[in-house]
């Protein structure tokens, strides 16, 4: 296992556009989490799913915003009719539950919006 | 969201032991303290993690005070692929991570 996989790397999107992130977490982790990241700031969490239930979301996941994980593998990250507000890097991590086990992030989706 | 409070920044020498503080003074019992780091352009990276005693791995020790309100990152010799920012997180029961906005430690050669 190559650790957690993010794709693409990074995406230029118009405003308005709508765009996925794919996120392939390490493969016996039950907990996939996405985080968002701009400039100069820490990650802020989105929502995070343990299998393919997702037990949270944050506020600042929009309506705008939707989070799949089909079959508890991998999980995709929607984007519908971007703002410029939401270019950031884009990060998944993955876990085992509890809070003793640590996470493994991604290299994460640079997102731009034009 | 679980608070840590972190220096802004901090500078070391090269080869030199390097102290990352952090507060946490609303701590929970269940709560364990995690270290990420993350290097430019890359996503953060375990650095160690502990719930009460102090806690030693190949990159760096833990040291937790004894009212778990404190903790402290410890470097030993600090090399230049160990300027990143560093963070200090409680993992809160639900199991989320929660980040401010770290420590930027520069390694001086």
């Known amino acids: 296992d190559t650790g957690v996989s993010q794709n693409p790397r990074h995406k230029i999107t118009k405003r308005g556009q709508n765009v996925t992130f794919r996120c392939d977490p390490i493969s016996e982790h039950n907990r996939l989490y996405w985080y968002r990241q701009t400039l100069g700031q820490g990650p802020e969490f989105l929502t995070y799913?343990?299998?393919?239930?997702?037990?949270?979301k944050s506020r600042l996941l929009s309506d705008r915003f939707s989070a799949e994980r089909p079959k508890g593998s991998f999980s995709t990250l929607e984007i519908q009719r971007t703002e410029q507000g939401d270019s950031a890097m884009y990060l998944c991590?993955?876990?085992?539950?509890?809070?003793?086990?640590?996470?493994?992030f991604g290299q994460g989706t640079r997102l731009t919006v034009v | 969201d679980a608070k840590t409070t972190q220096p802004n920044s901090m500078e070391s020498n090269e080869e030199e032991p390097v102290h990352l503080p952090c507060n946490h003074s609303t701590i929970s019992g269940t709560d364990y303290i995690h270290w990420y780091r993350q290097l430019p352009s890359q996503g953060p990276e375990y650095v160690i993690h502990g719930l009460t005693s102090n806690v030693n791995n190949r990159m760096a020790s833990l040291a937790i005070a004894e009212d778990r309100k404190s903790s402290t990152l410890i470097l030993h010799r600090a090399t230049l692929r160990d300027a990143a920012v560093y963070y200090c997180?409680?993992?809160?029961?639900?199991?989320?991570?929660?980040f401010g906005t770290g420590t930027s430690l520069t390694v001086i050669p």
């Open positions: 799913f343990q299998n393919e239930a997702q037990l949270e």
């Open positions: 997180i409680l993992r809160v029961p639900g199991n989320q991570f929660y």
């Open positions: 991590a993955s876990s085992l539950s509890g809070g003793r086990t640590e996470a493994f």
